[in-house]
């Protein structure tokens, strides 16, 4: 069984969207405001118990401990570094220090943080089912399955896994950009309709690097032939020394040697729903928090704000949400969600929904393909398809100097 936080909205003409659905570690403070008291969060953790018995909280500390007897030089080693070099240990990696890079909302501080404390003890190894607040694979079972949870946690692979399922109405127009990647066919179907959009951090949270963007402001993101095709000094130097340009990387190279850093740099853009409903006397932009356990709908709240950014975390006020239809809605939706995880492997899950989003990218921009092609590699060293060098665009490269 699992436990969930859907976010969704109502626009002009009352039909609902899904923006995004939230793991184990899904805000119920919300309710406090609303009620004056604990009664969501201590219903919720009631159906937990009686579903599981015996549960525990996995704060990180058992694998962690795990690594540290298994490597005992190693952990020393890097304790003596974060001492000696503890702004050089916390640089980001070089992916990341990309100018192309997403990366604002890192930095981003949250004015009111959700302080949330868990009523079972801490994760020791112990048999139990174990609320997996760090998302680890764990040798017991856990409240919401791994893939699941990963999935919740990334904007992005929630859209790729659902936007061909029978709740595909509920989601909006959605265009990957970053690091230089971005798809000139997903962006126009983005733009064709709307004035006003918004960007998220795909591993953002708490309303975190959200930003309202125009028209005109999305539309920079286009990639122009120039983009891909331009060569730098470097690529220069490369072609007069080695008599052969620089290969650049990009997207697809992450995805195939698994390294998925580069999520922490990928935004995504979708059309701005105007939201908007009189609380109080007055107008407000709005969003609803609504929680589901066990399969079950326990409750949801409205969260408002005169700002277009609706969180919380960010200021937003509580009002209570009673709606018949939006019960079966949110049941509905993370049956379809569980459904299309549960055939995912937590090795392979995230080489399989990029492969997915690659193939559908490059039959998109077929017609500019040119005859040069990627081979992209799966994990296991098979070939499973090839990518147009004409949808990859390259990632700019910065330039640090050793000291």
């Known amino acids: 069984m699992s436990l969930y936080g859907l976010d969704l909205i109502i626009d002009q003409q009352g039909k609902y969207y899904l923006l995004e659905i939230n793991g184990i570690r899904s805000g119920m ?29 996995n704060n990180g500390s058992y694998l962690r401990e795990k690594w540290i007897q298994k490597h005992p030089l190693r952990w020393k080693w890097r304790q003596l ?23 604002q909302w890192l930095a981003e501080k949250i004015s009111t943080p ?64 970053g690091l230089g990647w971005a798809n000139e066919s997903e962006l126009e179907t983005v733009v064709e309709n709307s004035s006003e959009f ?11 690097g959200v930003m309202v963007l125009m028209k005109e402001q999305v539309e920079l993101y286009i990639p122009q032939l120039d983009d891909w095709s331009r060569r730098s000094w470097l690529d220069e130097l490369s072609l007069l020394v080695l008599k052969k340009p620089l290969q650049k990387r990009n997207l697809i190279d992450f995805v195939r040697k698994g390294n998925y850093l580069f999520e922490y740099g990928l935004s995504i853009i979708q059309p701005f729903i105007d939201s908007r409903q009189t609380i109080n006397g007055e107008d407000h ?14 409750d949801a709240y409205l969260r408002y704000s005169p700002e277009k950014k609706v969180n919380l975390s960010q200021g937003a006020g509580a009002h209570p949400f009673h709606e018949k239809d939006l019960a079966a809605l949110c049941e509905n939706v993370v049956l379809t969600f ?14 399989e929904l990029y492969k997915s989003y690659f193939q559908s990218s490059i039959q998109q921009l077929a017609q500019d393909a040119l005859v040069s092609v990627l081979i992209f590699i799966s994990p296991e060293g ?20 050793k000291k």
């Open 29 to 57: 403070n919300g309710f406090r405001r609303v009620y004056g008291d604990d009664r969501v969060r201590e219903k919720v953790y009631g159906m937990l118990q009686e579903n599981y018995g015996a549960l525990t909280v």
């Open 81 to 103: 570094c974060q001492r000696l070099l503890p702004q050089r240990t916390s640089r980001l990696p070089r992916l990341l220090r990309s100018p192309a890079a997403e990366i």
């Open 285 to 298: 932009y709005t969003s609803i928090r609504a929680i589901v356990c066990n399969g079950q709908f326990v």
């Open 338 to 351: 569980e459904s299309h995880c549960l055939p995912y492997d937590p090795a392979t899950f995230q080489w």
């Open 382 to 401: 098979q070939s499973t398809f090839s990518v147009p060098l004409r949808t990859s665009f390259p990632i700019k490269r910065t330039m640090t100097r």
């Open 198 to 208: 918004v960007k998220k951090p795909i591993l953002g949270n708490c309303g975190k």
């Open 114 to 177: 959700e302080e949330v404390s868990y009523p079972w003890p801490v994760y020791e190894g112990q048999d139990s089912t174990v609320f997996n607040v760090v998302n680890q694979l764990l040798p017991h079972p856990t409240v919401n399955p791994f893939v699941d949870e990963e999935i919740a946690a990334n904007k992005f692979l929630q859209y790729c896994l659902l936007k061909n399922s029978p709740i595909a109405d509920l989601l909006l127009p959605t265009a990957l950009v």
